[in-house]
């Protein structure tokens, strides 16, 4: 797949809306829509220097910015790195590299406090050298020599980006490489001299785009060095309502082979082993179900129940069975994890040997090791592990190594990074800690506590809360409450050093402030039916339990409506949208991030169709119910709402610009107490450089106190 979420030659314009709006359109605030045009760009920086004006002004902001960016920049964070042949490779910005270092080092370096790095690629010097604002998408190296990259980069943070190739031996781009234009899409090696090509080839003989109606590529090609694109095969068309086509090798030694994968919508897909002829042959399940193979495994998890050979397994199952054997119609499946009331499986993770089973109960991640034998799957317990926190794994180098990268962290421990060898038995070696996240503010005084609020309908919504040891209840705490419920996304406890020192630890306003996130329906804390319970005409279920949340925080007298705040980005915009709209009485300051608002336009702006099956199509019967959570056509100039602070980027070519700047100019339009920012640069996200992130974090929290103090 193409990293798809809602979780990368000529300068080329930022794509614009698919189509636009008719001529006797009613919506007087439509010409936001044209996201580069010279009105729209006056309207956005006049209401940037409004913003500024009114929050970036004074000392206070200073030092919070200058603080925040200092995180940001910080050397002392954890190096991430991904092992490509010999080395271990890190993407990594500070201050001198605002715009990063692909760089490498050794593991024995690696293991010492300040490793020795060697720049591979500089991106500042590159930018400066070729006159764009590039950012890392990411590099594709050619296993087993790992000469060869397909460097991914984005023009200013967009999802569109190009692919070039590059030598890790010379250090230089390759004269003459393959080399995709700006587009969404991707290239994957083949072989040394072939890739598979996803793109935007430009529309067929008939006029059919080569790109689907949720603007990602509809046909995978095959293409050889030394050709012209355009001279690529044919390996499979989708059709233009796919949401996205691909075509993958995969390079795991003794099991070569090709598959394609036709997403059909955002949750179900086909997938296709392709033969040395070009044939397709199907893995036969249900298209809902996530495929994965992995060596002689194939994978199933299922999103619903599934009856085979007269047994039903449960949604949120995992089964394995061997690939070949599957592919020649025999269907012996194992089931290695079955949910519970409380459990569901968060991720799996293959080693040369193992697999790691990542499971949330009552969203407190339990981390386990099967191993198969000629007995059957073995289950063993994965030594060493926190009893506490997030935890997340991930393999080292499946190919040839047990080895992992386990990863701890919660709201008030500064993460660390272990590297553990796994073995079949329990007598495994405990994870030796590589590195520690720097502690970015004052922890010692709150404490982590979760809760269970009960909404409209009596399902018992689980949040967790950090706060005050010494917390008075009497109603007055500043609290934010953050959420996201939607695309089956797990909220879980996080080392943040913008929310410590934004938000937790803020002595400047007389103490900090209580931090709150809610694991609502629409997110997959409880695995597919979590989600499931939230999706198109239940949206309201949702946004039932973020209320139940906020109310449930007052009842316990931690804070009060004058006091709490809330804040989402993306479809936590849209939650916090609908709670601006539809709860407005519950609130006392609303930050409205990168968000989708306008559900009647959603589908036709940029990559938006992708998410029908999330919210439903709005150009048919289902804006019955979509237009009971549009929050754009929710909206009453007669009613109050609490102040609000909306946020968004130009380069943002997932989620369009123009439902944050069209709700922001209707409700200035109303005369409503709202500010709105737009950085020119970031996708979707706060910002493309350290120094934008921390601008716009710091408005962020200088309204949050301003309003809920």
């Known amino acids: 797949m193409l990293g798809l979420s809602i979780a990368c030659g000529a300068a080329a314009a930022l794509p614009q809306p698919k189509d636009t709006m008719p001529a006797n359109s009613n919506d007087p605030h439509a010409w936001l829509e044209d996201v580069t045009g010279a009105k729209p760009l006056e309207w956005v920086h006049a209401q940037n220097a409004r913003t500024d004006a009114e929050l970036a002004g004074t000392p206070a902001f200073a030092q919070s910015e200058a603080s925040l960016r200092a995180i940001l920049d910080s050397r002392e964070k954890i190096p991430d790195v991904d092992k490509i042949g010999a080395y271990y490779y890190n993407f990594w910005k500070d201050a001198d590299h605002e ?28 930018g400066a050298a070729e006159g764009e604002k590039w950012v890392w998408h990411g590099a594709d190296c050619l296993k087993p020599a790992y000469a060869r990259c397909l460097v991914a980069l984005s023009r200013g943070g967009s999802d569109a980006d190009v692919t070039r190739e590059f030598d890790l031996t010379s250090k230089q ?3 003459d490489g393959f080399f995709r234009p700006e587009a969404k899409g991707s290239l994957g090696w083949i072989d040394k001299d072939s890739v598979y090509v996803g793109t935007d080839f430009g529309p067929d003989a008939d006029g059919t785009s080569a790109m689907t109606a949720s603007g990602y590529p509809r046909i995978a090609k095959q293409w050889r060095r030394g050709t012209p694109m355009s001279s690529a095969s044919l390996v499979y068309a989708g059709k233009p309502s796919d ?10 030694p003794g099991f070569e082979r090709d598959f394609v994968s036709r997403a059909l919508d955002f949750y179900s897909d086909e997938l296709y082993l392709r033969g040395k002829d070009g044939i397709l042959a199907k893995v036969d399940v249900p298209d809902s179900v996530i495929k994965a193979v992995h060596r002689e495994w194939l994978t199933l998890q299922l999103r619903d129940p599934w009856t085979l050979d007269d047994r039903t397994y449960a949604a949120g199952s995992l089964l394995v069975a061997r690939f070949d054997d599957f592919m020649a119609g025999r269907r012996a499946v194992e089931v290695l994890f079955e949910p519970s009331a409380s459990t569901s499986l968060e991720s799996v993770t293959w080693t040369r040997h193992h697999l790691v089973l990542n499971v949330l109960d009552d969203v407190k991640n339990r981390l386990s090791v099967l191993t198969p034998g000629a007995d059957g799957w073995t289950r063993s317990a994965f030594v060493g592990a926190p009893a506490f926190g997030t935890l997340g794994v991930r393999a080292v180098d499946a190919d040839d190594s047990d080895a992992v990268w386990l990863a701890a962290t919660d709201y008030l421990t500064p ?9 079949a038995g329990t007598h495994g070696q405990a994870p030796e800690v590589l590195k520690t996240m720097p502690t970015f503010f004052d922890a010692s005084r709150d404490v982590i506590e979760q809760h269970f609020a009960v909404s409209r309908d009596g399902t018992r919504v689980p949040y967790f809360l950090v706060r005050p040891k010494d917390l008075a209840l009497d109603g007055t705490a500043p609290t934010l409450l953050y959420g996201y419920g939607g695309f089956e996304v797990s909220l879980t406890p996080g080392y943040s050093g913008t929310v410590g020192k934004g938000w937790l630890e803020q002595t400047d306003h007389g103490g900090g402030g209580v931090y709150a996130v809610a694991n609502i329906r629409g997110g997959g804390e409880y695995g597919p039916r979590w989600h499931q319970a939230a999706l198109k005409q239940n949206r309201h279920k949702a946004y039932e339990d973020f209320a139940a949340v906020a109310q449930d925080l007052v009842a316990r007298r931690i804070t009060s409506p004058a006091h709490l705040g809330i804040m989402g980005g993306s479809n936590g915009g849209l939650l916090v949208g609908n709670m601006l709209t539809q709860y407005p009485q519950l609130f006392g300051a609303v930050v409205v991030q990168v968000p989708l608002l306008d559900m009647k336009r959603y589908s036709h702006l940029l990559a938006g169709a992708s998410w029908m099956a999330e919210y439903g199509d709005p150009d048919t019967a289902d804006w019955d119910y979509i237009r009971t959570f549009s929050p754009y056509q929710l909206f009453d100039p007669a009613r109050d709402y609490p102040p609000t602070f909306l946020w968004t980027t130009t380069r943002d070519d997932r989620v369009h610009p123009a439902h944050a700047r069209k709700m922001a100019a209707k409700m200035l339009a109303a005369g409503k107490d709202v500010r709105y920012f737009e950085n020119t640069e970031g996708g979707h996200g706060a ?3 350290n120094q934008q992130a921390a601008h716009v974090w710091a408005l962020t929290y200088a309204f949050l106190w301003k309003e809920l103090k």
């Open 173 to 175: 781009w390759v004269k």
């Open 99 to 126: 715009r990063g270092l692909w760089r490498r080092t050794t593991l024995d370096e690696y293991r010492k406090p300040q490793p020795q790095w060697e720049t591979v690629i500089d991106l500042d010097a590159l």
């Open 243 to 252: 949401l996205a086509i691909s075509a993958i090798h995969d390079t795991t």
């Open 687 to 689: 910002g493309a450089t």
């Open 415 to 423: 993460s660390t990074l272990a590297l553990a060898e796994l073995s």
